[in-house]
T-cell receptor, first 115, second 114 residues
Framework: GAGVSQSPSNKVTEKGKDVELRCDPI?????LYWYRQSLGQGLEFLIY????????KSGLPSDRFSAERTGGSVSTLTIQRTQQEDSAVYLC?????????????FGPGTRLLVL | AQSVTQLGSHVSVSEGALVLLRCNYS??????LFWYVQYPNQGLQLLLK??????LVKGINGFEAEFKKSETSFHLTKPSAHMSDAAEYFC????????????FGSGTRLQVQP
């Protein structure tokens, strides 16, 4: 596709369940980023991939959060044993190269609600 | 370490008036600076960015921003607001050493009154 896509667009889950969020970056983009947007915390960085490796996982809030990227393309963010404070919009972005000056292109986000 | 401060969580202007959204940054390395816009229920769209070179940067939809190193500022302006400019605006900083990801400000919601 032409842009970054994310699925599902909305996800409602019960506290304690696991969820998987998917990101399809722009074709050929080597860097991929996950961010979280919530009312209380604003836009927070979670994790960054360069190819299939994650040089920076410093934003992951707890060990319940993990992410992987396969084939240098699709990425999955997994949240285990979800808590109500995990409710947020999860945004994925990609850039052509892993450089701070590169433009990051954002997907529409996945809105997660934990009941 | 990097940080961004956006003064004013809400700004209201009349249609046709000047738009000024303020952004100050802190960075221990030469910064790369970005302004993104977010329309309701959408992702973020890049308005403009400063990396190196000319300090006055022009972006889409008539917006521009000036990098002022001495003031550590990167304010966003538009001479004449349109109703379609109503959205949330985020200033962000990144660098090529340390964190490559964007560090965002808390955002400014722009309202445009008819």
């Amino acid at each position: 596709g032409a842009g970054v896509s994310q699925s599902p667009s909305n996800k409602v889950t019960e506290k304690g369940k696991d969820v998987e969020l998917r990101c399809d970056p722009i074709s050929g983009h080597t860097a991929l980023y996950w961010y979280r947007q919530s009312l209380g915390q604003g836009l927070e960085f979670l994790i960054y991939f360069q190819g299939n490796s994650a040089p920076d996982k410093s934003g992951l809030p707890s060990d319940r959060f993990s992410a992987e990227r396969t084939g240098g393309s699709v990425s999955t963010l997994t949240i285990q044993r979800t808590q109500q404070e995990d409710s947020a919009v999860y945004l994925c972005a990609s850039s052509l190269f892993p450089s701070g000056l590169e433009t990051q292109y954002f997907g529409p986000g996945t809105r997660l609600l934990v009941l | 370490a990097q940080s961004v401060t956006q003064l004013g969580s809400h700004v209201s202007v009349s249609e046709g008036a000047l738009v000024l959204l303020r952004c100050n940054y802190s960075s221990s390395v030469p910064p790369y600076l970005f302004w993104y816009v977010q329309y309701p229920n959408q992702g973020l769209q890049l308005l403009l960015k400063y990396t190196t070179g000319a300090t006055l940067v022009k972006g889409i939809n008539g917006f521009e921003a000036e990098f002022k190193k001495s003031e550590t500022s990167f304010h966003l302006t538009k001479p004449s607001a349109h109703m379609s400019d109503a959205a949330e605006y985020f200033c962000a900083v990144s660098g090529d050493t340390g964190r490559r990801a964007l560090t965002f400000g808390s955002g400014t919601r722009l309202q445009v009154q008819p």
